[in-house]
């Protein structure tokens, strides 16, 4: 099966993400390491990591992932906001190996109407550079978006050749998220389209490269190029396609995290995973899900 939980807040601590996540009954956690909204966060204390540490193992050593900020980016034509951001992306990287964190997601980035060879050439040459001025203890995943606006990484053919050109594509894998591939074009609402959909992604790409997933629905219809999440099953993707990738064999195991809406008593997190637990271990679908 694979290992369903959502994204947390750390309001309070760090290590009060777990709490939560024991609240709604997840099994993998999604984290800010840092407000997502700064540059120069503070660095960590020892009793943030000691307390992370601690909560993590009485949490069964949940997967755990870090979402980079938003304000990086490695793809900008900007020389200052690159210098910026390859150094905020160190920062990170080296949080989430101070915590122990083994993967850390980040969005490819916008080329910002310079076209998206520049801006995939620009994106690989800055991460090779925060790669290496970091230790090799974490596995940077990028993320598949929704292709909004001057945005990278909505083709599977663009992470293609952010592996096929960076000098370290050992520390790379690929964050998939359900919302945004649906968005950019990849239909995944039927058995035939889902599985032609990842026979393009591994033909490209590998599925093997997949380490992590964000399971969102879409409030916007396929190919719209619009990032607006929903709750699972009330959107345009529904719950086949969530049938279909729950009981893909190939991703058994994989952490899978919800990044919808939800208020503070976090209720819309449990019932976003009630409705994905009663569509795994479907024999009928899953018999279909070979390699």
């Not at 290992?3 to 999604?30: C, I, P, T, W």
């Not at 009485?58 to 980016?73: D, E, F, M, R």
């Not at 989430?96 to 060879?117: N, R, T």
Request: aromatic content about 8%.
């Amino acid at each position: 099966m694979p290992l369903l939980g959502a994204h947390e807040s750390v309001a309070g601590g760090l290590y009060l993400a777990f709490d939560r996540l024991h609240q709604v009954g997840g099994e993998a956690l999604q984290i800010f390491t840092r407000n997502q909204r700064q540059w120069h966060p503070q660095p960590l204390t020892k009793d943030e990591v000691d307390l992370f540490q601690a909560a993590w193992q009485q949490n069964n050593n949940s997967p755990v992932a870090s979402h980079a900020s938003y304000l990086i980016n490695l793809a900008s034509g900007k020389q200052e906001l690159v210098e910026k951001s390859i150094a905020a992306f160190e920062a990170e990287i080296h949080r989430c190996d101070q915590l122990g964190i083994p993967f850390v997601v980040i969005h490819p980035g916008s080329h910002g109407g310079d076209g998206v060879e520049a801006g995939l050439s620009r994106f690989t040459k800055a991460l090779d550079l925060a790669l290496e001025g970091t230790g090799a203890g974490v596995t940077v995943l990028l993320e598949t978006t929704a292709g909004q606006g001057t945005s990278l990484g909505s083709r599977f053919e663009e992470l293609a050749f952010v592996f096929e050109h960076s000098r370290y594509p050992q520390r790379l894998g690929v964050c998939v998220d359900t919302c945004h591939i649906f968005a950019a074009g990849y239909d995944i609402r039927t058995l035939s389209a889902y599985t032609q959909a990842m026979e393009e992604f591994d033909r490209l790409v590998g599925v093997g490269r997949i380490k992590f997933f964000h399971l969102n629905d879409s409030k916007q219809k396929l190919a719209s190029r619009v990032d607006r999440h929903e709750h699972i099953g009330q959107g345009a993707i529904g719950l086949d396609g969530f049938r279909c990738l729950l009981n893909d064999s190939r991703f058994a195991g994989h952490p899978m995290t919800l990044e919808t809406p939800k208020g503070d008593d976090l209720q819309e997190d449990r019932d976003n995973l009630l409705v994905l637990r009663r569509l795994i271990d479907k024999p009928a679908v899953a018999s279909h899900m070979q390699p």
